[in-house]
């Protein structure tokens, strides 16, 4: 019998800080006849999605179903006054089993699943419109940092207050502007402006106001910070907590200065390349700023403390160098994140068309990664499931789980319980400790393996399939969060943020690539596709 873990509060995400199986089936986009035609959009949709083998109806009515099991826990998270998601919930789907707080990640979320709830035919037109307003009526009145239009990154779900203490504990929260928190409300309004006219003039004016150069940091004088500029990690427009290690400044020239992180967002692979997009695209961070960051660290033997090196050759985009490393996977070239994780390669993805944009870089990468964390589910470390990305752990609170050999980390995403570390040594610079390890309880993340099928479609299915059928993770809600393959252990609660990605997936895959197509506008399309499309990753073949 499967074991659950203890129904704690997960934490949020720090980081916000060739072989099919068995039975697959293809996928085939059937967009729904009432579907309104997005105006301005471009489709710029994955091959398998014009011309697959069409599914059984049997097929894409269970996708329908996971959907809709999923959206049906994004609205028992939603306080039914202001619109607001909790950041999660437990398997009760009752209004005490929210977390009593949230992020402008978790809004986000929520606003483009209702759209893809409505395109699906899960809800109706009219509630779609209903839901977004309310919601964006309640963003408008929330505290925020008014010269740069950024959102804190904690409120309390059922008033919309900045958070200044945790629910439950009391303990003192230091409200924070996320860089990449805020990215993907940014995402989220624009696929409102694009996707619903009822609530496009609201969407539009939050999203006007929102200034993503505050978050641009081109002074290469500070630690870390190289040509073209990086991301800051955030800022505080407060005194922040004891310990902080940052400074003060202000990049837009606008109120007074606040207190920046140290720590900039400098790997490609990452969630956070949102934010570079969306400053892009509206004119306020360069184009450089994209090749500033890192596709891997240098091979020389200066930097042989990650646990692989990579293999490469110097490019110049933008008059910018750039080494284009990858990493040696199982015969493949890939371009890692910093954990490895699903959620690093393709949740930007779910927004921006980015194999058809850049098909050399992204349209290799995407297809060579979810091959990889399918390998190392099934051939490797043989669990039998695969997909791994940061989730609600099994047995704790929260965990970033991930392939170890797609990431820069040296302490690495783990697939398993056991964090299992694998180190395959520096060539000639460093011996390697642990190359060929043996894998323990691994734990898979349902959300992953959605984020996949837009890439393996029948590959996806088929484990998703196997997850619900043999491993039993699934609830009122859907999938729940993750679950631990080999003792069966499982997460049994709700993240809105993995509840929207999944929904934001399906959107793609089964309604015509509806978020894709509201994101990525003509106008998009112009300022960023010329930017991403000049680059060659070094993924392939090995």
């Known amino acids: 019998m499967a074991q659950t873990a203890p129904l704690h509060v997960p934490s949020r995400r720090q980081l916000l800080v060739g072989v099919t199986a068995t039975a697959a089936v293809g ?14 959009a471009t489709k710029g949709a994955p091959a398998f999605v014009r011309g697959a083998a069409t599914s059984t109806a049997a097929q894409q009515d269970r996708v329908r179903r996971w959907a809709a ?9 939603t306080d039914p006054g202001t619109g607001l998601p909790a950041d999660n919930i437990s398997e009760g789907l009752t209004a005490g089993d929210r977390s009593g707080y949230t992020s402008p990640t978790n809004i986000g979320g929520y606003l483009w699943s209702a759209v893809v709830a409505r395109e699906l035919g899960i809800i109706s037109r009219g509630e779609c419109t209903r839901r977004l307003l309310q919601t964006l009526h309640t963003l408008s009145r929330m505290e925020h940092h008014e010269p740069s239009g950024m959102y804190y990154n904690w409120y309390d779900e059922a008033t919309g207050a900045k958070l200044t203490a945790w629910p439950g504990t009391g303990d003192r929260v230091y409200p924070f502007l996320s860089s990449v928190d805020n990215g993907w409300l940014g995402a989220a309004l624009r696929v409102v402006m694009s996707a619903d006219p009822g609530a496009a003039p609201v969407a539009g004016r939050l999203f006007g106001r929102m200034r993503w150069d505050m978050f641009y940091d081109n002074d290469t004088a500070h630690p870390g910070v190289r040509p073209g500029g990086l991301i800051h990690g955030g800022f505080y427009d407060a005194p922040p ?7 003060t400044g202000n990049h837009i020239g606008s109120g007074p200065d606040v207190w920046y992180t140290n720590h900039h967002y400098d790997t490609t692979v990452s969630e956070t390349r949102i934010t570079s997009y969306l400053g892009i695209l509206t004119g306020q961070i360069p184009g450089e700023q994209y090749y500033a960051t890192w596709r891997t660290f240098p091979e020389t033997c200066d930097w042989a403390w990650p646990e692989m090196q990579p293999v490469g050759e110097h490019r110049t985009y ?12 199982r015969g493949m070239h890939i371009v890692p994140g910093w954990g490895g994780s699903m959620f690093e ?6 927004f921006v068309p980015e194999s058809s944009w850049a098909p050399r870089s992204w349209g290799l990468n995407h297809p060579l990664h979810v091959r990889a964390q399918r390998e190392h589910g099934l051939l490797e470390a043989g669990y039998g499931y695969w997909g791994f990305s940061p989730s609600s752990d099994p047995f704790d609170n929260y965990r970033e789980y991930g392939v170890d050999q797609l990431g820069m980390n040296p302490d690495g995403y783990f697939s398993d319980k056991e964090k299992t570390n694998v180190d395959a040594g520096f060539g000639d610079c460093r011996e390697g400790t642990n ?11 349902p959300h992953a393996s959605f984020l996949a099928m837009m890439h393996e479609p029948a590959e996806a299915f088929a484990n998703l399939a196997k997850v619900e059928d043999e491993l039993g993770a ?9 679950v631990a393959v080999r003792s069966g252990t499982i997460a049994r609660r709700y993240l809105s943020l993995d509840q929207a990605m999944v929904m934001g997936a399906i959107g793609n895959v089964l309604g015509d690539n509806v978020i894709r197509r509201a994101f990525s506008t003509r106008d998009v399309e112009r300022a960023l596709r010329p930017v991403i499309g000049l680059e060659e990753f070094g993924a392939g073949r090995a």
């Open 69 to 77: 099991d999923t959206w049906h826990s994004l609205v028992a998270m």
């Open 318 to 329: 933008l008059g910018l160098d750039v080494y284009e490393g990858a990493y040696t996977y």
């Open 345 to 350: 390669e393709l949740m930007p993805d779910v």
């Open 27 to 40: 996928l085939t986009a059937g967009r729904a006849a009432a579907t309104p035609t997005l105006a301005g």
């Open 474 to 482: 699934y609830g009122a809600g859907g999938f729940f969060d993750a």
């Open 435 to 445: 190359p060929h390890p043996a894998f323990g309880d691994g734990v898979v993340t």
């Open 241 to 247: 907590p004891p310990g902080f290690s940052g400074y």
